[in-house]
Nanobody
Framework: QVQLVESGGGSVQAGGSLRLSCVVS????????MGWFRQAPGKEREVVAS????????YYADSVKGRFTISQDNAQNTLYLEMNSLKSEDTAMYYC?????????????????WGQGTQVTVSS
């Protein structure tokens, strides 16, 4: 059974940094799409960043480009999201997601496996 467990959320002042982690279990950590999503109160869930674990391509939402970095540690089956220069608008519940990669896919949608989420609160 695929399980994703996030950690690393918390409260930080604007301009600060946080690193989110997502430990994945239940499948071999290759050739999957992995992503970070977020949902703020009253807003739809949106993709923040994603990565194809079997290759090198990544995707970032325009709102986080240059500030957030997604990375993976295959040996530890862990996905990370390094968040710098945080803004109040980054406040949201952040979710880790995974799904097997489909040839030609973009790793931006149709994720079937989700973690429970970790809260990030940025105060201005």
């Amino acid at each position: 059974q695929v399980q994703l467990v996030e950690s690393g959320g918390g409260s930080v002042q604007a301009g600060g940094s946080l690193r989110l982690s997502c430990v994945v279990s239940g499948y071999t950590y290759t050739n999957w799409c992995m992503g970070w999503f977020r949902q703020a109160p009253g807003k739809e869930r949106e993709v923040v960043a994603s990565i194809y674990t079997g290759g090198s391509f990544t995707y970032y939402a325009d709102s986080v480009k240059g500030r957030f970095t997604i990375s993976q540690d295959n040996a530890q089956n862990t996905l990370y999201l390094e968040m710098n220069s945080l803004k109040s608008e980054d406040t949201a519940m952040y979710y880790c997601a995974a799904d097997p990669y489909s040839s030609g896919g973009t790793c931006r949608s149709d994720f079937g496996y989700w973690g429970q989420g970790t809260q990030v609160t940025v105060s201005s």
